[in-house]
């Protein structure tokens, strides 16, 4: 069974600054997907980015990027330039590609980031 | 487009009850996911719709359950409630292979069950 870990409870970062939260996961698979999802506290998950394992070029979505590292099985997200609704818990997850996604996401315990004015 | 909905926002119970959650996929998506979020315990699979057929549960009791309607919503039901059912319930949806197409599952307000 794959696990997940995120060893950041909590983060905290000064608006405009730029902050990474850590994730590490274990896998014997060699293909598979990564996200991390943001949680506000309005509850909705939200999908932030996306990496598939055989691409080896990181994934960007505008202010948020992440630095994968498969042989190290990390996966880190970096936000840049953040803002006040950047603050949330940030969940890593894994999605095998195997059996047709039958064992759906695979969480981390969250980062709850805080974002200082 | 329309987002993944679930009803309701909030729903009490006493232990014992039964609960009954909603969910409906977004629009064109024909596999629903459940999790559970429960404090202290992170978000855990719960089970897997597809199709109108059940494909996959996690490691949770047989009380939990439910089924998936020809329109692809979902229900989730709860029976004999305990105290440690008391959590958030997230359901998410995706595309048919949607393992294929990038993985991405979309998720909804989710339901806070309570139980006392």
């Known amino acids: 069974a794959q696990t997940v870990t995120q060893s950041q409870p909590e983060m905290s970062v000064q608006e405009a600054e730029t902050v990474t939260l850590s994730c590490t996961y274990d896998?014997?698979?060699?293909?598979?997907?990564l996200f991390w999802y943001k949680q506000p506290p309005s509850r909705q998950m939200i999908l932030v980015i996306r990496q598939e394992a055989y691409k080896q070029q990181n994934a960007t979505e505008n202010r948020f990027s992440v630095n994968f590292q498969k042989a190290a099985k990390s996966f880190s997200l970096k936000i840049s330039d953040s803002q006040l609704g950047d603050a949330a818990m940030y969940f890593c997850a894994y999605r095998s590609t195997s059996g047709g996604g039958a064992d759906g996401l695979t969480f981390g315990k969250g980062t709850h980031l805080i974002i200082q004015p | 487009e329309a987002g993944v909905t679930q009803s309701p926002t909030h729903l009490i119970k006493t232990r014992g009850q039964q609960a009954t959650l909603r969910c409906s996929p977004i629009s064109g998506h024909t596999s629903v996911y459940w999790y559970q979020q429960a404090l202290g315990l992170g978000l855990q699979f719960l089970l897997w719709?597809?199709?109108?057929?059940?494909?996959n549960r996690g490691n949770f009791p047989p009380r939990f359950s439910g089924r998936q309607f020809p329109n692809y919503s979902s229900e989730l039901n709860v029976n004999a409630l305990e105290l440690e059912d008391s959590a958030l319930y997230l359901c998410a949806s995706s595309l048919a292979q949607g393992v294929m197409l990038g993985g991405e599952q979309y998720f909804g307000p989710g339901t806070r069950l309570t139980v006392t």
């Open positions: 719709y597809d199709e109108g057929e059940e494909r």
């Open positions: 896998t014997s698979e060699s293909d598979y997907y």
